[in-house]
């Protein structure tokens, strides 16, 4: 098994067909029907332009760097973003948190504010802007990035496999004694994704996993 480089990484997220339909492994060939990050950033974006400027400002072509916590390619991974769309987890309804018969009604939306605000030793789920299509023959790896780790908020994101496709949903534990600032549209986790010697007999889609092809932000299901 081997760790996957950014030219790798770049050649399965291209719009060519003929790069992303067939891909060669030791003992065949897998499949991925489209390109395996959509939308894909090729090189790591630290800072962004702003349109808040007035209308003269804009006519004289100025524009605002804002710096983001990054995302894109890296050497030998992703950085992924979140969505602006979270499920804050809430305990007004003093309910015992079950897997097997989690409670919907222990999240509050929120969506469309750029952030999320997390209370103290409390956690919120989002999903990635990112679809991922994984191959057949590669599993992933996922680490939140260092710049929200340092604050206590822990990104917290399981495996993807062979196989599976949709957008990721993340856990965000903040584990201070304060409030704690998630930012939308930037960066917050890096993916890594590893090659295997031998092609799975048995993959996420064989057994129809059930948060295949999700989309949105996926609350634990049994």
């Given amino acids: 098994m081997s760790i996957k480089n950014d030219k790798w990484i770049r050649k399965m997220c291209s719009p060519d067909s003929k790069v992303r339909d067939l891909v060669a492994v030791p003992t065949g060939m897998t499949r991925i029907d489209g390109p395996m990050i959509e939308p894909f950033e090729p090189k790591q974006v630290r800072e962004i332009i702003t349109e808040r400027l007035s209308f003269e400002e804009m006519e004289r072509g100025h524009r605002i760097p804002q710096k983001v916590i990054s995302y894109g390619l890296s050497s030998y991974g992703y950085d992924i973003r979140c969505a602006d769309e979270f499920k804050l987890f809430t305990n007004i309804n003093s309910t015992v948190i079950d897997p097997k018969n989690f409670d919907s ?118």
Avoid at 159 to 186: C, D, Q
């Fill in 105 to 222: 009604n222990s999240f509050v939306e929120v969506s469309g504010k750029g952030h999320c605000i997390i209370p103290p030793n409390s956690f919120a789920l989002a999903r990635t802007v990112e679809y991922f299509r994984i191959p057949r023959n590669i599993l992933t790896i996922c680490l939140g990035k260092s710049t929200y780790a340092r604050c206590g908020i822990i990104v917290n994101v399981t495996p993807f496999e062979p196989e599976w496709e949709g957008h990721v949903t993340l856990e965000f534990s903040n584990t201070t004694p304060l409030p704690a600032k998630i930012y939308a549209n930037e960066g917050c986790a890096q993916v890594l994704f590893f090659e295997s010697d031998e092609v799975c007999e048995v993959s996420y889609k064989d057994r129809g996993g059930k948060y295949q092809g999700q989309t949105g932000v996926a609350i634990p299901r049994m």
